[in-house]
């Protein structure tokens, strides 16, 4: 049964660090590209990263250019977004999910399986 968890949300003050973790079980992330989607409270779901398959392919959405670094380590079957210099406008719950291959960031519903979630909130 495949299943994710994240982790790593919590309160952060703005111009504060966090690093999100998602790990998998179930399956093995290799032929997997991972995105990392946000949704805040009254706005649709929206794509903030995502790696390819082959860890080569890095999308960012222009929001988070610069400050949020996405990286997997198949071997642990794990993939983390470290997001730096955290504005207030990064509050939002933050879902990790997964598709066949290629990034599709723009296209939440392209991606087969998420995980639960986990809550950012960053303070001004």
Request: contains cysteine; proline residues 2%; charged residues 15%.
């Amino acid at each position: 049964q495949l299943h994710f968890v994240e982790s790593g949300g919590g309160l952060v003050q703005a111009g504060g660090s966090l690093r999100l973790s998602c790990a998998a079980s179930g399956f093995t992330l290799n032929s997997y590209a991972i995105g990392w989607f946000r949704q805040a409270p009254g706005k649709a779901r929206e794509g903030v990263s995502c790696i390819g398959s082959s860890g080569v392919t890095r999308d960012y959405a222009d929001s988070v250019k610069g400050r949020f670094t996405i990286s997997r380590d198949n071997a642990k079957n794990m993939v983390y977004l470290q997001m730096n210099s955290l504005k207030p406008e990064d509050t939002a719950v933050y879902y990790c999910a997964v598709r066949r291959f290629a990034c599709a960031l723009t296209r939440p519903a392209a991606y087969d399986y998420w995980g639960q979630g986990t809550q950012v909130t960053v303070s001004s």
